[in-house]
């Protein structure tokens, strides 16, 4: 009895932490980090990756230099991710333990591609760009797949769909 006792002992503790591993994924699919920028024209929504799931831009945006607003927009994602990589410490730190937090900290890492920060960048030279009303030969043309080959006689590889019937 004493084996069949041991056994169910380790069958609940992995009943338990199969339960919290559960729970902590639920909970991390939940988390997300929102940020506003200063004046409140912008307001960013990203999941803990640093993906973006919701912009949103009051009329005030408007108002701004295309480049102000990139900028703005930019450091919005920036600081609602730091919220959803804090959110995602906070969450996953306590369940696991400083130990296996940093272990879980590299596993991240490893899956991650290291991206450098994204800042205004130089707009294409205007050459590049279609010019509004230039005519139709003037602008460049838009690539275009190749052509299938010609099919003309319509029977789809010449047998039967129905097999060899006579």
């Known amino acids: 009895m004493a084996a069949e006792d041991a056994l169910n002992q ?19 699919a939940q988390l997300k980090g929102s940020a506003r920028n200063a004046d409140g024209s912008v307001t960013v929504t990203v999941a ?3 993906a973006v799931l919701g912009l949103n ?3 005030a945006a408007v108002n701004k230099s295309h480049t102000q607003l990139a900028q703005e927009i930019l450091a919005t994602i920036r600081a609602a991710t730091q919220q959803a990589a804090q959110a995602m410490e906070d969450t996953v730190r306590p369940a696991l333990g400083d ?21 205004p960048t130089a707009p294409p030279p205007p050459s590049a760009l279609p010019q509004p ?11 275009r797949r190749p052509a299938a080959p010609a099919d003309d006689d319509d029977d789809f590889g010449g047998g039967s769909i129905f097999g060899n019937r006579s």
């Not at 380790?10 to 991390?28: G, K, Y």
């Not at 130990?99 to 800042?119: C, K, T, W």
């Not at 009303?133 to 602008?139: I, L, S």
Request: no cysteine; charged share 20%.
């Open 10 to 28: 380790m069958m609940d503790r992995f009943r338990q932490q199969a339960a919290r591993a559960s729970a902590l994924r639920e909970n991390i």
């Open 48 to 50: 803990p990756s640093g």
């Open 57 to 59: 831009l009051t009329p």
């Open 99 to 119: 130990e296996y937090y940093q272990q879980f900290q590299d596993a991240l890492r490893a899956h991650s591609p290291q991206v450098d920060g994204l800042g």
């Open 133 to 143: 009303g230039a005519p139709a030969a003037e602008r460049p043309a838009p690539p």
